[in-house]
Protein backbone atom coordinates (compact mmCIF):
# COMPACT_ATOMS: atom_id res chain seq x y z
CA UNK A 1 0.00 0.00 0.00
CA UNK A 2 1.16 3.37 -0.72
CA UNK A 3 2.61 5.32 2.10
CA UNK A 4 3.79 8.81 3.25
CA UNK A 5 6.18 10.28 5.28
CA UNK A 6 6.05 9.46 8.19
CA UNK A 7 5.33 11.95 11.45
CA UNK A 8 7.73 12.50 13.56
CA UNK A 9 7.16 10.45 16.81
CA UNK A 10 9.55 11.49 19.68
CA UNK A 11 9.66 8.57 22.32
CA UNK A 12 8.30 5.65 20.04
CA UNK A 13 9.91 2.92 18.63
CA UNK A 14 8.32 1.97 14.98
CA UNK A 15 7.47 -1.57 14.54
CA UNK A 16 6.39 -3.16 11.33
CA UNK A 17 3.06 -4.39 11.12
CA UNK A 18 1.88 -7.24 10.06
CA UNK A 19 -1.16 -6.85 8.61
CA UNK A 20 -0.28 -3.74 6.02
CA UNK A 21 -0.73 -6.24 2.91
CA UNK A 22 -4.68 -6.30 3.85
CA UNK A 23 -5.21 -3.64 6.13
CA UNK A 24 -4.14 0.34 5.64
CA UNK A 25 -5.49 3.90 6.69
CA UNK A 26 -7.38 5.24 4.06
CA UNK A 27 -8.67 9.21 3.53
CA UNK A 28 -12.44 9.35 3.82
CA UNK A 29 -13.09 11.47 1.18
CA UNK A 30 -13.69 10.06 -2.20
CA UNK A 31 -12.02 13.08 -3.85
CA UNK A 32 -8.82 12.46 -2.05
CA UNK A 33 -8.67 8.68 -0.98
CA UNK A 34 -5.00 8.52 -0.39
CA UNK A 35 -3.95 5.18 1.66
CA UNK A 36 -1.29 5.12 4.15
CA UNK A 37 0.68 1.69 6.30
CA UNK A 38 -0.86 0.92 9.31
CA UNK A 39 2.21 1.57 10.83
CA UNK A 40 2.08 5.29 10.57
CA UNK A 41 0.58 7.04 13.39
CA UNK A 42 -1.78 9.45 11.46
CA UNK A 43 -4.94 11.40 13.14
CA UNK A 44 -6.01 13.20 9.56
CA UNK A 45 -5.06 13.01 6.05
CA UNK A 46 -1.96 14.72 5.56
CA UNK A 47 -2.81 15.17 2.25
CA UNK A 48 -6.09 16.85 2.18
CA UNK A 49 -6.86 17.36 6.16
CA UNK A 50 -10.13 14.46 5.99
CA UNK A 51 -10.56 12.01 8.73
CA UNK A 52 -9.08 8.77 7.84
CA UNK A 53 -10.88 5.09 7.85
CA UNK A 54 -9.22 1.56 8.83
CA UNK A 55 -9.51 -0.23 5.37
CA UNK A 56 -9.46 -3.32 4.19
CA UNK A 57 -8.68 -5.90 1.29
CA UNK A 58 -11.89 -7.80 1.70
CA UNK A 59 -11.24 -9.95 -1.42
CA UNK A 60 -7.70 -10.79 -0.03
CA UNK A 61 -8.40 -11.92 3.34
CA UNK A 62 -11.46 -13.78 3.15
CA UNK A 63 -13.94 -12.97 5.81
CA UNK A 64 -16.36 -15.44 7.35
CA UNK A 65 -19.26 -16.14 5.54
CA UNK A 66 -21.80 -16.94 8.33
CA UNK A 67 -21.98 -15.37 11.65
CA UNK A 68 -20.92 -19.44 13.05
CA UNK A 69 -17.38 -18.77 13.62
CA UNK A 70 -18.02 -16.08 16.46
CA UNK A 71 -20.63 -18.19 18.23
CA UNK A 72 -18.16 -20.99 18.50
CA UNK A 73 -15.35 -18.75 19.99
CA UNK A 74 -17.46 -18.62 23.11
CA UNK A 75 -16.43 -22.38 24.13
CA UNK A 76 -12.91 -20.90 24.02
CA UNK A 77 -12.98 -18.76 27.70
CA UNK A 78 -9.56 -19.44 28.56
CA UNK A 79 -8.57 -17.42 25.34
CA UNK A 80 -8.11 -14.04 26.20
CA UNK A 81 -8.84 -12.97 22.49
CA UNK A 82 -12.42 -15.11 22.44
CA UNK A 83 -13.04 -14.07 25.80
CA UNK A 84 -12.81 -10.46 24.64
CA UNK A 85 -16.41 -8.99 23.15
CA UNK A 86 -14.00 -6.93 21.08
CA UNK A 87 -11.58 -9.40 19.92
CA UNK A 88 -14.06 -12.55 19.21
CA UNK A 89 -14.92 -10.71 16.15
CA UNK A 90 -11.28 -9.79 15.00
CA UNK A 91 -12.04 -11.28 11.53
CA UNK A 92 -14.11 -8.47 10.95
CA UNK A 93 -11.25 -5.84 11.87
CA UNK A 94 -7.73 -7.71 11.43
CA UNK A 95 -5.53 -4.59 11.32
CA UNK A 96 -3.47 -6.35 14.04
CA UNK A 97 -1.32 -10.07 14.59
CA UNK A 98 -2.97 -12.27 17.35
CA UNK A 99 0.43 -11.24 19.29
CA UNK A 100 -0.02 -8.24 19.15
CA UNK A 101 -3.45 -7.41 20.80
CA UNK A 102 -4.57 -5.53 23.77
CA UNK A 103 -7.53 -6.37 26.27
CA UNK A 104 -8.29 -6.64 29.35
CA UNK A 105 -11.92 -8.83 28.78
CA UNK A 106 -13.39 -5.84 27.51
CA UNK A 107 -16.97 -5.84 25.86
CA UNK A 108 -18.65 -8.77 28.20
CA UNK A 109 -21.77 -6.06 28.06
CA UNK A 110 -25.78 -6.69 27.82
CA UNK A 111 -28.55 -6.55 25.74
CA UNK A 112 -31.86 -7.02 26.80
CA UNK A 113 -35.65 -6.33 26.19
CA UNK A 114 -37.12 -3.76 28.23
CA UNK A 115 -40.63 -3.57 28.35
CA UNK A 116 -41.24 -0.96 31.04
CA UNK A 117 -38.62 1.26 29.30
CA UNK A 118 -40.25 0.23 26.45
CA UNK A 119 -43.76 1.42 27.91
CA UNK A 120 -42.47 4.40 28.71
CA UNK A 121 -41.14 5.15 24.80
CA UNK A 122 -44.18 4.33 23.33
CA UNK A 123 -43.47 1.22 22.30
CA UNK A 124 -45.45 -2.37 22.06
CA UNK A 125 -44.10 -5.07 24.75
CA UNK A 126 -40.37 -6.86 23.35
CA UNK A 127 -39.64 -4.32 20.95
CA UNK A 128 -37.19 -2.14 22.91
CA UNK A 129 -33.92 -3.17 23.86
CA UNK A 130 -30.96 -1.76 25.37
CA UNK A 131 -27.42 -2.28 25.02
CA UNK A 132 -25.45 -1.73 28.14
CA UNK A 133 -22.20 -0.86 27.84
CA UNK A 134 -21.39 0.13 31.30
CA UNK A 135 -20.58 -3.08 32.15
CA UNK A 136 -17.27 -2.12 30.33
CA UNK A 137 -14.04 -2.61 32.99
CA UNK A 138 -13.95 0.95 33.27
CA UNK A 139 -17.68 1.17 33.23
CA UNK A 140 -17.86 2.93 29.33
CA UNK A 141 -18.60 2.07 25.94
CA UNK A 142 -14.53 3.50 25.41
CA UNK A 143 -13.16 0.23 26.44
CA UNK A 144 -14.17 -1.36 22.79
CA UNK A 145 -12.29 1.41 21.02
CA UNK A 146 -9.64 1.89 23.88
CA UNK A 147 -8.72 -1.82 23.52
CA UNK A 148 -8.13 -1.14 19.47
CA UNK A 149 -6.32 1.81 20.10
CA UNK A 150 -3.83 0.39 22.34
CA UNK A 151 -3.74 -2.59 19.92
CA UNK A 152 -1.99 0.03 17.36
CA UNK A 153 -0.12 1.67 19.66
CA UNK A 154 1.58 -1.42 20.86
CA UNK A 155 2.27 -2.26 17.30
CA UNK A 156 4.33 0.80 16.57
CA UNK A 157 5.46 0.63 19.83
CA UNK A 158 4.23 4.02 21.84
CA UNK A 159 5.11 5.50 25.86
CA UNK A 160 2.86 7.50 26.49
CA UNK A 161 -0.95 8.03 25.20
CA UNK A 162 -2.87 11.53 25.39
CA UNK A 163 -6.34 12.47 25.14
CA UNK A 164 -8.93 15.03 26.09
CA UNK A 165 -11.65 14.07 27.89
CA UNK A 166 -15.18 14.75 29.31
CA UNK A 167 -14.59 12.01 31.53
CA UNK A 168 -15.08 8.46 30.22
CA UNK A 169 -12.60 8.20 27.87
CA UNK A 170 -9.72 9.64 30.46
CA UNK A 171 -11.26 7.01 32.94
CA UNK A 172 -10.63 4.39 29.86
CA UNK A 173 -7.31 5.52 28.64
CA UNK A 174 -6.30 5.13 32.60
CA UNK A 175 -7.35 1.40 33.31
CA UNK A 176 -5.88 0.51 30.48
CA UNK A 177 -2.45 2.33 31.43
CA UNK A 178 -2.81 0.95 34.53
CA UNK A 179 -3.54 -2.48 33.70
CA UNK A 180 -1.24 -3.13 30.81
CA UNK A 181 1.53 -1.10 31.98
CA UNK A 182 2.19 -0.90 28.63
CA UNK A 183 2.20 3.13 28.25
CA UNK A 184 2.09 6.49 30.45
CA UNK A 185 -0.97 8.10 30.70
CA UNK A 186 -1.83 12.03 30.43
CA UNK A 187 -5.34 13.42 30.21
CA UNK A 188 -6.67 16.57 29.56
CA UNK A 189 -9.79 18.11 30.78
CA UNK A 190 -11.81 21.41 31.26
CA UNK A 191 -11.98 23.42 34.14
CA UNK A 192 -15.00 21.85 36.14
CA UNK A 193 -15.97 19.50 32.93
CA UNK A 194 -16.30 16.54 34.20
CA UNK A 195 -18.09 14.50 37.26
CA UNK A 196 -16.06 13.72 40.38
CA UNK A 197 -17.56 9.54 39.75
CA UNK A 198 -15.06 9.91 36.25
CA UNK A 199 -12.61 11.79 37.53
CA UNK A 200 -12.01 9.56 40.65
CA UNK A 201 -11.12 7.07 38.21
CA UNK A 202 -8.45 8.85 36.36
CA UNK A 203 -6.76 10.09 39.43
CA UNK A 204 -6.71 6.36 41.18
CA UNK A 205 -5.23 4.49 37.74
CA UNK A 206 -2.58 7.01 37.74
CA UNK A 207 -2.85 9.08 35.04
CA UNK A 208 -0.94 12.21 35.00
CA UNK A 209 -4.35 14.85 34.83
CA UNK A 210 -3.79 18.27 33.45
CA UNK A 211 -6.84 20.98 33.93
CA UNK A 212 -6.71 23.77 31.54
CA UNK A 213 -8.77 26.51 31.31
CA UNK A 214 -11.82 26.26 28.69
CA UNK A 215 -14.04 23.16 27.76
CA UNK A 216 -13.86 19.48 25.66
CA UNK A 217 -13.19 21.79 22.52
CA UNK A 218 -10.51 23.68 23.90
CA UNK A 219 -8.93 20.63 25.93
CA UNK A 220 -9.03 18.27 22.44
CA UNK A 221 -7.34 21.55 20.29
CA UNK A 222 -4.56 21.41 23.03
CA UNK A 223 -3.91 17.49 23.27
CA UNK A 224 -3.68 17.26 19.22
CA UNK A 225 -0.93 20.27 19.44
CA UNK A 226 0.82 18.58 22.29
CA UNK A 227 0.60 15.03 20.75
CA UNK A 228 2.15 16.02 17.86
CA UNK A 229 5.26 18.18 19.08
CA UNK A 230 6.08 15.41 21.60
CA UNK A 231 5.09 12.41 19.47
CA UNK A 232 2.73 11.21 21.83
CA UNK A 233 -0.11 8.54 21.06
CA UNK A 234 -3.58 9.90 20.85
CA UNK A 235 -6.60 7.99 21.99
CA UNK A 236 -9.36 10.33 21.49
CA UNK A 237 -11.77 8.93 18.86
CA UNK A 238 -10.07 11.12 16.03
CA UNK A 239 -7.84 8.04 16.12
CA UNK A 240 -9.53 5.60 13.26
CA UNK A 241 -8.43 2.45 15.11
CA UNK A 242 -10.72 3.34 17.87
CA UNK A 243 -13.29 3.58 16.13
CA UNK A 244 -12.79 -0.01 15.33
CA UNK A 245 -13.14 -1.13 18.16
CA UNK A 246 -16.35 0.44 18.80
CA UNK A 247 -17.75 -1.40 15.82
CA UNK A 248 -18.06 -4.28 18.09
CA UNK A 249 -20.50 -3.39 19.83
CA UNK A 250 -23.05 -3.56 16.82
CA UNK A 251 -21.18 -6.73 16.16
CA UNK A 252 -22.70 -8.25 19.81
CA UNK A 253 -25.98 -6.07 19.33
CA UNK A 254 -26.63 -8.44 15.98
CA UNK A 255 -25.50 -11.57 18.23
CA UNK A 256 -27.88 -11.07 20.56
CA UNK A 257 -30.65 -10.66 18.47
CA UNK A 258 -29.50 -14.11 16.67
CA UNK A 259 -27.85 -12.42 14.14
CA UNK A 260 -31.37 -10.10 13.01
CA UNK A 261 -31.03 -6.60 11.83
CA UNK A 262 -32.81 -4.75 14.37
CA UNK A 263 -35.20 -1.47 12.58
CA UNK A 264 -33.69 1.08 14.51
CA UNK A 265 -30.22 1.82 16.47
CA UNK A 266 -30.68 5.32 19.35
CA UNK A 267 -27.45 6.42 19.79
CA UNK A 268 -26.03 9.41 22.15
CA UNK A 269 -24.21 11.67 20.09
CA UNK A 270 -21.24 13.66 21.23
CA UNK A 271 -17.83 13.53 19.38
CA UNK A 272 -19.83 11.28 17.59
CA UNK A 273 -17.28 8.12 17.28
CA UNK A 274 -20.12 5.99 18.11
CA UNK A 275 -22.04 7.09 15.44
CA UNK A 276 -19.38 6.95 13.27
CA UNK A 277 -18.53 3.43 14.16
CA UNK A 278 -21.59 1.81 13.74
CA UNK A 279 -22.10 3.07 10.12
CA UNK A 280 -18.49 1.77 8.74
CA UNK A 281 -19.66 -1.74 10.89
CA UNK A 282 -22.93 -2.24 8.93
CA UNK A 283 -21.64 -0.67 5.92
CA UNK A 284 -18.54 -3.38 5.60
CA UNK A 285 -21.02 -6.33 6.53
CA UNK A 286 -23.67 -5.45 4.04
CA UNK A 287 -20.60 -5.52 1.51
CA UNK A 288 -19.02 -8.77 2.68
CA UNK A 289 -22.66 -10.44 2.21
CA UNK A 290 -23.35 -11.05 6.05
CA UNK A 291 -26.14 -8.92 6.21
CA UNK A 292 -29.04 -7.66 3.63
CA UNK A 293 -30.06 -4.44 4.96
CA UNK A 294 -28.79 -2.18 7.94
CA UNK A 295 -31.01 -0.47 9.76
CA UNK A 296 -31.90 2.91 10.29
CA UNK A 297 -29.34 5.16 12.59
CA UNK A 298 -30.84 7.97 15.13
CA UNK A 299 -28.20 10.29 16.71
CA UNK A 300 -29.41 12.29 19.50
CA UNK A 301 -28.30 15.46 20.93
CA UNK A 302 -28.63 17.29 24.05
CA UNK A 303 -30.44 20.60 23.84
CA UNK A 304 -27.14 22.05 25.70
CA UNK A 305 -24.71 20.37 23.45
CA UNK A 306 -27.02 20.26 19.62
CA UNK A 307 -24.06 20.89 16.91
CA UNK A 308 -24.79 17.84 14.90
CA UNK A 309 -28.48 18.59 15.45
CA UNK A 310 -28.33 22.30 14.24
CA UNK A 311 -26.33 21.10 11.05
CA UNK A 312 -27.95 18.32 10.08
CA UNK A 313 -31.53 19.02 10.99
CA UNK A 314 -31.82 22.88 10.63
CA UNK A 315 -29.01 23.78 8.51
CA UNK A 316 -29.48 21.22 5.78
CA UNK A 317 -25.63 19.31 6.08
CA UNK A 318 -25.56 16.00 4.37
CA UNK A 319 -22.25 13.64 3.52
CA UNK A 320 -23.73 13.80 -0.30
CA UNK A 321 -21.54 10.79 -1.31
CA UNK A 322 -18.56 12.54 0.29
CA UNK A 323 -19.06 15.94 -1.37
CA UNK A 324 -20.30 17.41 1.24
CA UNK A 325 -20.69 21.37 1.38
CA UNK A 326 -18.98 21.90 4.79
CA UNK A 327 -19.26 25.69 5.08
CA UNK A 328 -22.60 25.27 7.22
CA UNK A 329 -20.17 23.66 10.05
CA UNK A 330 -17.55 26.82 9.20
CA UNK A 331 -20.26 29.58 9.37
CA UNK A 332 -21.95 27.81 12.79
CA UNK A 333 -18.72 27.29 14.37
CA UNK A 334 -17.37 30.92 13.64
CA UNK A 335 -21.08 31.79 15.05
CA UNK A 336 -20.01 29.61 18.49
CA UNK A 337 -16.92 32.17 18.90
CA UNK A 338 -18.47 34.86 18.19
CA UNK A 339 -21.26 34.34 20.58
CA UNK A 340 -19.20 33.07 23.02
CA UNK A 341 -21.34 29.96 23.44
CA UNK A 342 -20.00 26.59 24.91
CA UNK A 343 -21.74 23.56 25.36
CA UNK A 344 -23.39 23.01 28.69
CA UNK A 345 -25.63 20.34 29.59
CA UNK A 346 -26.47 17.07 32.45
CA UNK A 347 -24.99 14.79 29.91
CA UNK A 348 -21.60 15.66 30.56
CA UNK A 349 -20.28 12.75 28.20
CA UNK A 350 -21.75 14.59 25.36
CA UNK A 351 -21.15 17.91 26.35
CA UNK A 352 -18.99 18.87 23.16
CA UNK A 353 -19.78 21.65 20.42
CA UNK A 354 -16.92 20.54 17.56
CA UNK A 355 -17.46 16.95 17.63
CA UNK A 356 -14.57 15.61 15.73
CA UNK A 357 -16.27 12.95 13.79
CA UNK A 358 -18.41 15.46 11.89
CA UNK A 359 -17.99 13.86 8.51
CA UNK A 360 -17.89 9.65 9.45
CA UNK A 361 -21.01 10.79 11.00
CA UNK A 362 -22.40 12.30 8.35
CA UNK A 363 -21.48 9.44 6.33
CA UNK A 364 -23.13 6.98 8.79
CA UNK A 365 -26.71 8.70 8.62
CA UNK A 366 -26.55 8.73 4.73
CA UNK A 367 -25.71 4.75 4.83
CA UNK A 368 -28.30 4.28 7.48
CA UNK A 369 -30.78 6.26 6.54
CA UNK A 370 -30.07 8.30 9.70
CA UNK A 371 -32.15 10.92 11.53
CA UNK A 372 -30.90 13.40 14.12
CA UNK A 373 -32.88 15.17 17.08
CA UNK A 374 -32.49 17.08 20.49
CA UNK A 375 -33.59 16.39 23.96
CA UNK A 376 -34.05 18.59 26.39
CA UNK A 377 -32.36 18.26 30.36
CA UNK A 378 -36.10 17.42 31.96
CA UNK A 379 -36.41 14.74 29.19
CA UNK A 380 -32.74 13.10 29.66
CA UNK A 381 -33.06 12.43 33.65
CA UNK A 382 -36.88 11.84 33.31
CA UNK A 383 -35.86 8.95 30.94
CA UNK A 384 -32.57 8.11 32.89
CA UNK A 385 -35.06 7.53 35.92
CA UNK A 386 -37.25 5.09 33.96
CA UNK A 387 -33.89 3.55 32.85
CA UNK A 388 -32.98 2.96 36.41
CA UNK A 389 -36.65 1.59 37.36
CA UNK A 390 -35.87 -1.22 34.92
CA UNK A 391 -32.38 -2.38 36.69
CA UNK A 392 -30.05 -0.35 34.06
CA UNK A 393 -28.42 2.16 36.16
CA UNK A 394 -27.36 4.95 33.55
CA UNK A 395 -25.17 7.78 33.26
CA UNK A 396 -27.56 11.01 32.24
CA UNK A 397 -25.60 10.61 28.28
CA UNK A 398 -26.72 7.43 28.25
CA UNK A 399 -30.57 8.09 28.61
CA UNK A 400 -30.61 10.68 26.08
CA UNK A 401 -30.93 7.71 23.29
CA UNK A 402 -33.82 6.52 25.33
CA UNK A 403 -35.75 10.13 25.30
CA UNK A 404 -34.64 10.77 22.37
CA UNK A 405 -36.79 7.16 20.98
CA UNK A 406 -39.61 8.19 23.32
CA UNK A 407 -39.82 11.71 20.66
CA UNK A 408 -39.03 9.77 17.42
CA UNK A 409 -42.23 7.12 18.58
CA UNK A 410 -44.37 10.17 19.35
CA UNK A 411 -42.94 11.67 16.23
CA UNK A 412 -44.45 8.55 14.16
CA UNK A 413 -40.85 8.33 12.66
CA UNK A 414 -40.06 5.21 14.42
CA UNK A 415 -43.22 2.27 14.71
CA UNK A 416 -44.48 1.13 18.15
CA UNK A 417 -43.68 -2.31 16.45
CA UNK A 418 -40.22 -1.71 15.12
CA UNK A 419 -37.41 -3.24 17.19
CA UNK A 420 -35.35 -0.51 18.20
CA UNK A 421 -31.86 -0.64 19.87
CA UNK A 422 -31.03 2.24 22.52
CA UNK A 423 -27.53 2.25 23.44
CA UNK A 424 -26.52 3.12 27.05
CA UNK A 425 -22.92 3.83 27.22
CA UNK A 426 -21.98 4.70 30.63
CA UNK A 427 -22.56 3.17 34.26
CA UNK A 428 -24.88 4.74 36.85
CA UNK A 429 -22.43 5.70 39.10
CA UNK A 430 -20.33 7.68 36.66
CA UNK A 431 -22.33 10.83 37.42
CA UNK A 432 -23.68 9.97 40.43
CA UNK A 433 -24.73 13.40 41.75
CA UNK A 434 -27.50 13.75 38.89
CA UNK A 435 -28.99 10.71 40.23
CA UNK A 436 -28.99 11.93 43.50
CA UNK A 437 -30.01 15.58 42.91
CA UNK A 438 -32.80 13.72 41.00
CA UNK A 439 -34.37 11.72 43.60
CA UNK A 440 -33.48 13.96 46.50
CA UNK A 441 -36.07 15.65 49.00
CA UNK A 442 -33.26 18.45 49.59
CA UNK A 443 -34.55 21.54 47.71
CA UNK A 444 -31.89 23.76 47.44
CA UNK A 445 -29.61 20.53 46.02
CA UNK A 446 -32.20 19.87 43.47
CA UNK A 447 -31.82 23.04 42.82
CA UNK A 448 -28.41 23.85 42.17
CA UNK A 449 -27.52 20.70 40.31
CA UNK A 450 -30.46 20.26 38.52
CA UNK A 451 -32.69 24.01 38.70
CA UNK A 452 -30.27 26.12 37.38
CA UNK A 453 -30.29 23.64 34.11
CA UNK A 454 -33.72 24.22 33.69
CA UNK A 455 -35.29 21.08 35.08
CA UNK A 456 -37.84 21.92 36.93
CA UNK A 457 -39.20 18.60 38.49
CA UNK A 458 -38.56 15.29 39.15
CA UNK A 459 -41.55 13.33 37.46
CA UNK A 460 -40.06 10.20 38.38
CA UNK A 461 -38.34 10.57 41.69
CA UNK A 462 -37.81 7.65 44.47
CA UNK A 463 -37.51 9.67 47.42
CA UNK A 464 -36.31 8.67 50.36
CA UNK A 465 -38.76 8.33 53.50
CA UNK A 466 -37.65 10.50 57.13
CA UNK A 467 -39.41 8.57 60.07
CA UNK A 468 -38.28 9.02 63.71
CA UNK A 469 -36.49 6.26 65.29
CA UNK A 470 -39.37 4.57 66.65
CA UNK A 471 -40.15 0.94 65.84
CA UNK A 472 -43.76 1.74 65.22
CA UNK A 473 -43.21 4.64 62.64
CA UNK A 474 -40.52 2.51 60.81
CA UNK A 475 -43.27 -0.14 60.48
CA UNK A 476 -46.22 2.38 59.81
CA UNK A 477 -44.17 3.95 56.72
CA UNK A 478 -42.83 0.71 55.38
CA UNK A 479 -47.05 -0.55 55.25
CA UNK A 480 -47.94 2.68 53.61
CA UNK A 481 -44.91 3.36 51.00
CA UNK A 482 -43.59 -0.26 50.70
Known amino acids: MPGSARPFLRNCELAVAA ?44 PPTSFEVFERK ?62 NPSGSFKDNGMSAAFTHARMIGAKRAACASTGNTSASLAVYCAVTRLMRGIIFIGSGKIS ?10 GALTIQIAGDFDDAMARVKEVSGKLGIYLVNSVNPFRLEGQ ?31 FGKAFAELRKIGLIDRVPRLAVINAAGADTLYELYHKRGLRWEGGRADLSPACHYYDE ?29 LEVCDGVVREVTEQEILDAKAQVGAGGFGCEPASAASVAGA ?10 RDERVVCILT ?7 TATVAYHTTDQKLFNEVLGSRGVSRASFANRSVSVGNRLDEIVQAIELYG
Open 19 to 62: RTDVAFQQCIAPACGATFSVDEVLTSCPSCGNLLDVTYDWDRLR
Open 74 to 135: WMRRSDPLAYSGVWRFHELFPFAPRESVVTIGEGQTLLSVSDGVGGFVGMKPGRLHLQYEGL
Open 196 to 205: YGKLSQALDY
Open 247 to 277: KSIMFRVLESLGWEVPDWIVVPGGNLGNSSA
Open 336 to 364: LDRDKKRADTIASAIEINRPVNLNKCLRA
Open 406 to 415: KQLVAEGVIG
Open 426 to 432: GHQLKDP
